[in-house]
C-alpha cells in the first residue's frame, strides 16, 4: 500500500494539516470543523493500528524510517522510525487523542475551532516526539507542543489558568533549554551528527557524561515529573479543561519517560549508574511522599494529579533500579524492571485519562472539583459510578487491570536490587488504595449529601464511549499484557545492553560486558 | 581607480539609490496632495530596483575592491542589503497605513528612510575607515531626522534629542578609536590595518596598549549604535517615544548594517586583536542579555518591551559574534536577518490597529485581540513565538546557531551559554505576557484593525515568512553559509 512507505509522516502531518483546516474554517463552521477533527483523529487512529500490525515484534530495529535531509549544513535530518518503545506510546497518542475531541464534544462552547485546532496540532507533535530519531527533530516537537498546551491550559481553563499556563510554560521550558546545550555539546562532540543513534555509539568522558546527564535530566525530570520539580503538575492539571488534564497526564508525562529511555539511558550510561542511586530515592520520595500529599487533597483533580506524580515515580524507578540489578550482572531483571515502567506508563496513560475523563463527567455536571460538593453519586449515576470505581481499582493496581502489571514488575525487580527499596515501592500500594478509595468512598458511596447530586443524570453516549474504550483497554492490558510486552521485548534487550556497555574506555566496557555475559 | 564607466558597475545600486533619493526629495515638494501616494510607489520602486541592480552582480566569489579599497563589493554586503531592503519595503507597506489611519503625512519619512538605506549600503560595503564612517553618518543623520519628522509631537522630538545627542556622542567616540588606529597603523584601509597591526606589534611591544585604547573606542562605539548595555540608554526612550513607523524602520534595519559594520571592523580590521575584543563583546553580551531581559520584564508598554527586548536580542547577537570565526559570523548574519524581519513584522500588528488619538501600544491594548480578530492575534502569536526562540519558527534556529557558535568556543565560555540559556527562559515570560493578554483575557475596548488589505497580505506575508522560514531555514543558513566561505 501506498501509505506505509510515508506512515509516520501521516501519522505526524494528517492531525498538524488538519488543524490548519480547522483553524481556517473559523468559529462561524465550527461544527464542520468539529467534525473534520474527529474524522481525522479516527484516519490516525487507523494508521496507528495498521503501524501495529505491521510491525515486527521480533526485531530491535527501527522501522517504517523515512530519512530526508533537512538543513545539509548543520546535518539536520527529518529522520523518523518506530521501535517497540515508541510504537505502543504512539498508539496511545492516537486512541487518547481520539477520545479527547469526543470529550469535548458539546462541552466546549467558546471558540471551538481553536481548542480541536490545538488538539490536533497537539496530536501531531506528541507523535512526532515519539518518531524522531533526530535530536534536533526530537528537540523541535518536544519544545512546539508548549505553545498549544500553554493555549488550552490558558484559554478553556479554571479559575487560576493564567498563572498555571505561565507556570507549565517555563518550567518545562526551563528544563528543556539545558538539554538542548546539551544537545549542542553532543552535536560537536560527534563531529557533526544530530542522529541520536550515532550519539549511543559514542565515547563520552566521565565529566561529559554528568553534564550530559544532568542536563537531560533537568529536561526530562521535570517533564515527568519528578520529585522536587513537580509542582508546575497539580497547578497546570487542576486549571486545566478535562481534554487538557487528559492529555498532560495521559501522554505529556510519558513523553519525560520516554526522554529518558531515547537519551539518558544511552548515551549517558556511566553517569546514569552512578546517580541511579539519587534517582531512585526521588522516585521513592515521588512514590511515598507525592502519595501522602495526595491522600489530604480536598480537591478530586488535584488528588488525581498528585497520584498521577506518585504513579510516575514508579516508571523512573523502573528506568534506574535496572542499572543496579544491571551491575549485579542480572541482566533479566533489569529487563523485567525497565519493561515494568514501559508499562506503567503506558498503563497511566489509560487509567489517568479515565479517571480525568470521570471528574470531567462530574464537573460538567457540577461544576464543582471538590469532593465535599459530592457523595453517594453511585445512587444516581449507577452505570457511571460502575466505571468510575473500575477505574479507581485500576489506580491502586488492583491484578487484572493493566495498573497492576507495570507496578508489580517494578516491585518484582526491586525487590530483588534491594529489598528495602521493593518494600518502600510496595508502600505506594497500600498509599495508592488509601487514596483512591477514600475518594470514592467520599464521592460515590454512602447516602445522597449535597440536593445538586439528586438532580444528577446518568451518561449520554458520548460519555459511554469515552468511559467504555479506556474500560476496555484497561481491562484488556490487565488481563493480557502479553501483546505489549512482546513487542516491547526486544527494544527492551537492546537497551539492557545498551546501558551496561560502558562508554569510559574501550578497555573497560570489556571487563564489563565480560562480567555480565552469562 | 575608476578608469571607464564600466569601472562604476559594481556600486550601481547605490548610484540608482542616490538619484532616486534624490529625485522622490524634488518630487515631494511639489507633488499635489492629491497625488502622494506616487511618493509610496515610487519609494517601492526605487526598492524593487535596487534590489534588482544588486543582484545582478551577486557573487559568492572573491570581493571586487574599488576606489583602492574603499567601496568592496562582496556577497555579506550584498545579502545584508537585499534584506534591509526587504525590510524597509515590508516597513513602508505599514507605515504609509499607520499615517494615514492617524492623517497624517509625511513625504519625507520615504525620502529620509532612503537615505538612510543608502547609508547603510554604503556602511556594509566600507572597506576604509572613511567609508564607514561615511555610511554611518549618512544613516545616523537620516534615522535623527526621521525621529524628529512629527515635530508637534512633543515626546517624538524629545526622544530625537537623546538620540541625536547620544548618537552624536557615539559617532564622536568612534572616530576617536579610528584616530588612535590611524595613528597606530598609519592606513585607513581595513585589510590594510589587519596586517600592519601584526607588524607593528611585533616592532614595538609598547604599542599594544594604544592598540587597545583603539580598539575599545571603536567598540564603545559599535556598542552605541547596537544599544548594547551599558550603551542602551537612548534604545527605549526613542523606541517609546518616536512614532512607531519610525520605530519600525530603526529596529529592524540598522541592526543590519550594524552587524555588518561589526562586521567589516571586528572582523577584517582588526581580527589580529580577537582575543581582546572577544572579551570585551562577553562583556557586552552578558550585560546586555541580563538588562535587557530584566528590564522588559516590567513593562507595560509594548514599544517599550520590544526595545529591551532589541537590547537582549543585540545580547544574541555578540554571542555569536565573539566566535570570532566564519560559523559565529553566519549565525549572526542570519540572526540579524531573521531578527529584523520578525521585529517589522512585530510593529506591523501594532501599527494595524493605531489609529488617530491611539497608539495601541500598551500591553493592555492587545488583551482579549484574539476574540476581536483572530487572525491578527494569531499572527502576533506566532511573532512573540518566534521571539521568545521557540521551535519550529525561525528564532528558535537563529538562537541555535548562535548558541552552536558559543558552545564551539568551549569551556572558556561556557558559562556564558548557561546565562544566555537562562536569559532565553526569562525572555519567554514577558513574550508570554503579550499572548497572554491576547488569548486569556477579556477584552476592555472594541479595537478592530483599520489595515488596509496590501497591509493584512504583506504582514501575513511577513509573519508566514517567519514561520516557513522556521520549518524550511536550509536556504537562508546555506546563504549565510556562503557568505563567509570564501572569506
Known sequence: ?518 | MIQTWADLWPILPEIGMLLAALALMMLDAFLPTSKRDWMFALSLLTLLIVAFLVCLDFSYAVPQRLMDGLFVRDALGDVLKLFMLLATAIVFVYGRHFFAARRQYFGNFYVLSLFAVLGMMVLVSAGNLVTVYLGLELMALATYTLVALDRDNGIATESAMKYFVLGALASGILLYGMSLLFGVTGSLDLREINQKLIEVAQADQSQIVLMAFALTFIVIGLAFKFGAVPFHMWLPDVYEGAPTAMVAFIASVPKLAAVGMALRLLSEGMYVLQPRWQEMLALLTIGSLLIGNLAALAQYNLKRLLAYSTISHVGFIFLGLLNGQAQGYSAVLFYSIVYALTTAAAFGVIMSFAREGLEFDRIDDFKGLNKRSPWMAFLMLLVMASLAGIPPLVGFWAKLQVIMAAVALGKTFAWLVVIAAICAVIGAFYYLRVIKAMYFDASDVDVQPLASVDVRWVLAANVLLVTVVGIYWAPLADVCNAVFMHR
Open chain 1, 1 to 518: 500500500v501506498v501509505v506505509d512507505s510515508q506512515l509516520l509522516s501521516l501519522l505526524i502531518g494528517l492531525p498538524i494539516a488538519a488543524a490548519i483546516a480547522v483553524l481556517a474554517l473559523g468559529e462561524k463552521r465550527a461544527a464542520l470543523g468539529k467534525a473534520l477533527a474527529l474524522l481525522t483523529s479516527l484516519i490516525v487512529l487507523l494508521l496507528a493500528l495498521r503501524a501495529w500490525v505491521l510491525f515486527d515484534g521480533s526485531s530491535a530495529d527501527m522501522q517504517f524510517v523515512e530519512k530526508a535531509a533537512w538543513v545539509p549544513v548543520f546535518n539536520i535530518f527529518y529522520h523518523v522510525g518506530v521501535d517497540g518503545i515508541a510504537l505502543p506510546l504512539i498508539l496511545l497518542t492516537a486512541v487518547i487523542s481520539a477520545l479527547v475531541l469526543i470529550a469535548g464534544w458539546e462541552v466546549i462552547e467558546q471558540k471551538v475551532a481553536q481548542y480541536y485546532a490545538s488538539f490536533l496540532v497537539l496530536e501531531g507533535l506528541m507523535i512526532g516526539v515519539f518518531c524522531a530519531l533526530d535530536a534536533m527533530l526530537f528537540y523541535v516537537f518536544f519544545e512546539a507542543m508548549l505553545i498549544p498546551m500553554f493555549i488550552i491550559i490558558g484559554v478553556w481553563g479554571g479559575p487560576r489558568r493564567v498563572y498555571a499556563s505561565i507556570k507549565f510554560f517555563l518550567y518545562t521550558f526551563l528544563g528543556s533549554i539545558f538539554m538542548l546545550i546539551g544537545l549542542i555539546y553532543l552535536y560537536q562532540k560527534s563531529g557533526g551528527s544530530f542522529a541520536i543513534a550515532d550519539w549511543v555509539q559514542l565515547a563520552l568522558t566521565k565529566d561529559e557524561q554528568f553534564w550530559l546527564f544532568w542536563a537531560f535530566f533537568l529536561a526530562f525530570a521535570v517533564k515527568i515529573p519528578m520529585f522536587p520539580v513537580h509542582t508546575w503538575l497539580p497547578d497546570a492539571h487542576v486549571e486545566a479543561p478535562t481534554g487538557g488534564s487528559i492529555v498532560l497526564a495521559a501522554i505529556m508525562l510519558k513523553i519525560g519517560g520516554y526522554g529518558f529511555v531515547r537519551f539518558s539511558l544511552p548515551i549517558t550510561p556511566d553517569a546514569a549508574a552512578s546517580y541511579a542511586y539519587i534517582l531512585i530515592a526521588l522516585s521513592l520520595i515521588a512514590v511515598i511522599y507525592i502519595g501522602l500529599v495526595a491522600l489530604v487533597q480536598s480537591d478530586m483533580k488535584k488528588l488525581v494529579a498528585y497520584s498521577s506524580i506518585s504513579h510516575m515515580g514508579f516508571v523512573t524507578l523502573g528506568l534506574f533500579i535496572a542499572y543496579q540489578l544491571a551491575m549485579d550482572a542480572r541482566p533479566d531483571t533489569a529487563a523485567l524492571a525497565l519493561q515494568g515502567g514501559l508499562m506503567q506508563m503506558l498503563s497511566h496513560g489509560f487509567v489517568s485519562a479515565a479517571m480525568f475523563g470521570a471528574i470531567g463527567v462530574l464537573y460538567d455536571r457540577v461544576h464543582s472539583r471538590e469532593i465535599a460538593a459530592y457523595g453517594g453519586v453511585l445512587n444516581k449515576m449507577p452505570y457511571f459510578g460502575a466505571f468510575a470505581i473500575f477505574f479507581g481499582m485500576a489506580n491502586c493496581g488492583l491484578p487484572g487491570t493493566s495498573g497492576f502489571v507495570g507496578e508489580f514488575m517494578v516491585i518484582l525487580a526491586a525487590i530483588q536490587a534491594n529489598p528495602w527499596i521493593g518494600f518502600a515501592a510496595a508502600t505506594a500500594l497500600i498509599l495508592g488504595a488509601a487514596y483512591t478509595l477514600w475518594l470514592i468512598k467520599r464521592v460515590f458511596l454512602g447516602p445522597v449529601t449535597n440536593s445538586h447530586v439528586r438532580h444528577l443524570d446518568d451518561l449520554n453516549p458520548r460519555e459511554w464511549v469515552l468511559m467504555g474504550t479506556l474500560a476496555i483497554y484497561v481491562l484488556f492490558f490487565g488481563l493480557y499484557p502479553k501483546p505489549l510486552t512482546d513487542v516491547m521485548q526486544p527494544s527492551v534487550e537492546r537497551l539492557v545492553a545498551q546501558i551496561t556497555s560502558s562508554k569510559l574506555a574501550a578497555d573497560a566496557s570489556a571487563n564489563l560486558s565480560q562480567e555480565i555475559a552469562p
